[in-house]
């Protein structure tokens, strides 16, 4: 069971950047799978991004070359770096640490893409 916190969601124009962040309690952190979803209204929710603990990365098709996952071990933390943001964007963002069929999610922080 890992804690995780996420910030850094808000309210942005179209074109706009934001950085999310997550925080994770475990001090193994680095052992970890991680990985991003999201989740509009209505809608599944998604995997938008994914780095392993070896720091492999993967991303969707729909956000492929305007975001960019990345983790700081040192720190415990987990970034997802959104640029070139679009109104479909718009959802809430998920952490998820990952290892060995044991999944910890932390609590969701919004992200809108509106003018």
């Known amino acids: 069971q890992v804690q995780l916190v996420e910030s850094g969601g808000g309210l942005v124009q179209p074109g706009g950047s934001l950085r999310l962040s997550c925080a994770a309690s475990r001090i193994i952190f680095s052992i970890y799978d991680m990985k991003w979803y999201r989740q509009a209204p209505g809608k599944q929710r998604e995997l938008v991004a994914i780095?392993?603990?070896?720091?492999?990365?993967g991303y969707a098709d729909s956000v492929k070359g305007r975001f960019t996952i990345s983790r700081d071990n040192a720190k415990r933390t987990v970034y997802l770096q959104m640029n070139s943001l679009k109104p479909e964007d718009t959802a809430v963002y998920y952490c998820?640490?990952?290892?060995?069929?044991?999944?910890?999610w932390g609590q969701g922080t919004q992200v809108t893409v509106s003018s």
């Open positions: 780095i392993s603990s070896g720091g492999s990365t």
């Open positions: 998820n640490a990952h290892l060995d069929g044991s999944d910890s």
